[in-house]
């Protein structure tokens, strides 16, 4: 009989559970299709979005929401870019629809200025933030946006409910938050090299759908993706 030493069955144990890892989630990589139809909302809704973009830069210089010293230009990028969800099947199919990490109302301000019909949760931490989104929501008029202070943890939510976020989670620290809720699916705004890594530690099998946005033939979309995440 072989006797093998522990270190080497201890790496042999550790290789399988890091490959059982790899083979539970599915992963399909594709590119956005619907690009034209994004720069159609921006235009259709264009005086409504130039209103959130100076609104925002005015919040700006007294709560720090984006970048100091953003352009208007930079800002509207953040719009059209937030306007991608739109064109998700799970955001359109949703019934309840909460920004997590919203910061300046990103992307739910934008979501909320092109889908009237739909009910939008402005959700952060951040008190100050939050105190910006309200303000800004009101002074544009949107009964459809509302807004609540505290980690996503403390929000509750439906079977239906439908998580947005651009750039404020990793995915693995937003399923450990998300992960004794009910919730339809996750729709995130992120880097599209970032993917496999921020699934480790990630338990529940999920079905994550890639979609590059470099179809959008502007540097600004340079490495960027949709992320449509479902339970499997």
Request: overall charge neutral; charged content about 25%.
């Amino acid at each position: 009989m072989v006797f093998l030493p522990v270190t080497f069955l201890f790496s042999w144990f550790i290789l399988k559970i890091r490959g059982v890892f790899h083979v539970k989630h599915q992963i399909i990589r594709s590119d956005f299709l619907e690009s034209k139809g994004v720069t159609k909302l921006l235009s259709d809704y264009d005086e409504k979005f130039k209103e959130y973009a100076d609104q925002l830069l005015w919040w700006n210089d007294k709560v720090n929401l984006v970048s100091r010293g953003v352009s208007r230009e930079t800002v509207l990028n953040h719009v059209e870019h937030s306007l991608t969800i739109s064109f998700s099947q799970l955001f359109q199919g949703a019934a309840q629809i909460i920004d997590a990490g919203s910061g300046g109302g990103l992307p739910g301000v934008p979501l909320g200025v092109a889908h009237p019909e739909k009910e939008i949760l402005l959700n952060d931490i951040v008190s100050k933030k939050i105190m910006a989104c309200k303000q800004i929501a009101y002074k544009m008029g949107l009964k459809n946006v509302s807004t609540k202070i505290g980690s996503i943890e403390a929000v509750e939510m439906t079977k239906d409910a439908l998580v947005v976020s651009k750039h404020a989670f990793k995915i693995n620290d937003l399923m450990r938050f998300l992960h004794d809720k009910e919730w339809k699916g996750v729709v995130l705004l992120k880097g599209n090299n970032e993917i496999e890594e921020e699934l480790e530690g990630v338990d529940d099998p999920l079905k994550i759908n890639v979609l590059s946005l470099e179809s959008f033939q502007n540097s600004f979309y340079d490495g960027k993706a949709l992320v449509e995440i479902t339970k499997k």
